[in-house]
């Protein structure tokens, strides 16, 4: 399984940003959990978004109502829509596939990882 991550960049406090990540390997499979997470400079990597394949989601609390996780199974993509993002939310942001089936914040819950994209957000 290969997870590609995009649409990350440099906007101002307040702007907004939308983060894709497309799944693709034979092995990939619509049922998967999908994460985001993020890690900031210095500090340690942390759970933001995740949605099962039903649409269930959990959000962590610092971004609850700011940022939306949402999925298109035909295109086997993930999206992360980042409104009113903030200094604090500059990080590299992933994305993470499960086959647990449930969703979780835990990142060892995650089998598949892609690399990150980096979202910088100007005060």
């Known amino acids: 399984v290969q997870l590609q991550a995009s649409g990350g960049g440099l906007v101002q406090a307040g702007g907004s940003l939308r983060l894709s990540c497309v799944a693709s390997?034979?092995?990939?499979?619509?049922?998967?959990?999908m994460g985001w997470f993020r890690q900031a400079p210095g500090k340690e990597r942390e759970f933001v978004a995740t949605i099962s394949w039903s649409d269930t989601t959990h959000y962590a609390d610092s971004v609850k109502g700011r940022f939306t996780i949402s999925r298109d199974n035909a295109k086997n993509t993930v999206y992360l829509q980042m409104n009113n993002l903030k200094p604090e939310d500059t990080a590299v942001y992933s994305c993470?596939?499960?086959?647990?089936?449930?969703?979780?914040?835990?990142?060892?819950?995650?089998?598949?990882w892609g690399q990150g994209t980096l979202v910088t957000v100007s005060s």
């Open positions: 390997g034979r092995t990939f499979s619509r049922s998967y959990v």
């Open positions: 993470a596939a499960s086959t647990s089936g449930v969703v979780a914040a835990a990142a060892t819950m995650y089998n598949y």
